[in-house]
Protein backbone atom coordinates (compact mmCIF):
# COMPACT_ATOMS: atom_id res chain seq x y z
CA UNK A 1 0.00 0.00 0.00
CA UNK A 2 1.44 3.43 -1.28
CA UNK A 3 1.51 5.80 1.45
CA UNK A 4 2.46 9.36 1.25
CA UNK A 5 3.73 12.34 4.06
CA UNK A 6 3.53 15.32 3.37
CA UNK A 7 6.32 17.28 6.25
CA UNK A 8 7.35 21.35 6.59
CA UNK A 9 7.13 24.73 8.12
CA UNK A 10 4.14 25.26 9.20
CA UNK A 11 4.12 29.48 8.85
CA UNK A 12 5.86 31.04 6.06
CA UNK A 13 6.76 34.66 5.92
CA UNK A 14 5.46 37.28 2.57
CA UNK A 15 8.49 37.46 -0.22
CA UNK A 16 10.30 33.83 1.44
CA UNK A 17 10.02 30.24 -0.30
CA UNK A 18 7.99 27.87 0.68
CA UNK A 19 9.32 24.02 0.90
CA UNK A 20 7.91 20.97 1.78
CA UNK A 21 9.02 17.13 1.17
CA UNK A 22 6.80 14.38 0.51
CA UNK A 23 7.90 11.23 1.86
CA UNK A 24 6.27 8.17 -0.08
CA UNK A 25 6.27 4.38 1.17
CA UNK A 26 4.98 1.37 -0.24
CA UNK A 27 6.57 2.15 -3.25
CA UNK A 28 9.18 3.98 -5.34
CA UNK A 29 9.12 7.27 -6.93
CA UNK A 30 11.14 5.86 -9.74
CA UNK A 31 8.22 2.68 -10.77
CA UNK A 32 7.18 2.79 -14.15
CA UNK A 33 4.74 5.04 -15.04
CA UNK A 34 3.54 6.93 -12.14
CA UNK A 35 3.70 10.63 -11.76
CA UNK A 36 3.86 12.43 -8.14
CA UNK A 37 2.00 15.60 -8.29
CA UNK A 38 1.57 18.82 -5.75
CA UNK A 39 -2.11 19.59 -5.36
CA UNK A 40 -3.12 22.56 -3.19
CA UNK A 41 -6.67 24.22 -1.37
CA UNK A 42 -7.00 27.36 -0.39
CA UNK A 43 -9.24 28.21 2.65
CA UNK A 44 -12.89 28.13 1.06
CA UNK A 45 -11.63 27.17 -2.74
CA UNK A 46 -11.49 23.98 -4.54
CA UNK A 47 -8.49 22.11 -5.20
CA UNK A 48 -5.33 23.39 -7.26
CA UNK A 49 -2.98 21.09 -9.00
CA UNK A 50 0.79 22.97 -9.02
CA UNK A 51 2.64 20.48 -11.24
CA UNK A 52 4.37 17.48 -11.08
CA UNK A 53 7.54 15.17 -11.12
CA UNK A 54 7.44 11.97 -13.53
CA UNK A 55 8.82 8.41 -12.84
CA UNK A 56 11.95 9.83 -15.10
CA UNK A 57 12.02 12.80 -13.44
CA UNK A 58 10.90 15.58 -15.45
CA UNK A 59 8.43 17.99 -14.43
CA UNK A 60 5.22 19.85 -15.65
CA UNK A 61 4.22 22.67 -13.83
CA UNK A 62 0.87 24.50 -13.95
CA UNK A 63 0.84 27.46 -15.83
CA UNK A 64 0.03 29.89 -13.38
CA UNK A 65 2.37 28.66 -11.09
CA UNK A 66 4.98 28.03 -13.23
CA UNK A 67 7.09 31.12 -12.63
CA UNK A 68 7.38 30.33 -8.87
CA UNK A 69 7.67 26.89 -8.87
CA UNK A 70 9.88 23.74 -8.47
CA UNK A 71 9.80 20.38 -7.53
CA UNK A 72 12.50 17.91 -7.57
CA UNK A 73 13.07 14.60 -5.63
CA UNK A 74 15.04 12.78 -3.90
CA UNK A 75 15.66 8.79 -4.92
CA UNK A 76 17.79 7.52 -2.08
CA UNK A 77 15.51 9.03 0.48
CA UNK A 78 11.91 8.17 -1.92
CA UNK A 79 11.10 11.74 -1.41
CA UNK A 80 9.87 14.51 -3.70
CA UNK A 81 10.20 18.52 -2.57
CA UNK A 82 8.01 21.29 -3.45
CA UNK A 83 9.54 24.68 -3.51
CA UNK A 84 7.05 27.89 -4.23
CA UNK A 85 9.17 31.40 -4.24
CA UNK A 86 7.78 34.89 -3.60
CA UNK A 87 4.60 33.57 -1.34
CA UNK A 88 1.95 36.01 -0.39
CA UNK A 89 -0.89 35.35 1.63
CA UNK A 90 -2.66 34.45 -1.21
CA UNK A 91 -0.65 30.89 -1.29
CA UNK A 92 -1.92 30.16 2.43
CA UNK A 93 -3.82 26.27 1.96
CA UNK A 94 -3.39 23.21 2.38
CA UNK A 95 -0.79 21.36 0.30
CA UNK A 96 -1.12 17.77 -0.38
CA UNK A 97 1.20 15.16 -2.22
CA UNK A 98 -0.72 12.90 -4.50
CA UNK A 99 -0.38 9.76 -7.03
CA UNK A 100 -2.65 8.64 -9.54
CA UNK A 101 -4.72 5.97 -8.02
CA UNK A 102 -6.37 8.06 -5.32
CA UNK A 103 -3.07 7.92 -3.31
CA UNK A 104 -2.90 11.28 -1.05
CA UNK A 105 -1.14 12.57 2.21
CA UNK A 106 -3.22 13.75 4.57
CA UNK A 107 -2.47 17.45 3.73
CA UNK A 108 -0.16 19.76 5.68
CA UNK A 109 -1.80 23.55 6.30
CA UNK A 110 1.21 25.88 5.51
CA UNK A 111 0.23 29.72 6.19
CA UNK A 112 1.71 32.79 4.43
CA UNK A 113 1.54 35.85 7.32
CA UNK A 114 4.64 37.97 9.15
Known amino acids: QVQLQESGPGLVKPSQTLSLTCTVS??????????WSWIRQPPGKGLEWMGV???????YYSPSLKSRTSISRDTSKNQFSLQLSSVTPEDTAVYYC??????WGQGTQVTVSS
Open 98 to 103: AREGGY
Open 26 to 35: GGSITTSYYA
Open 53 to 59: IAYDGST
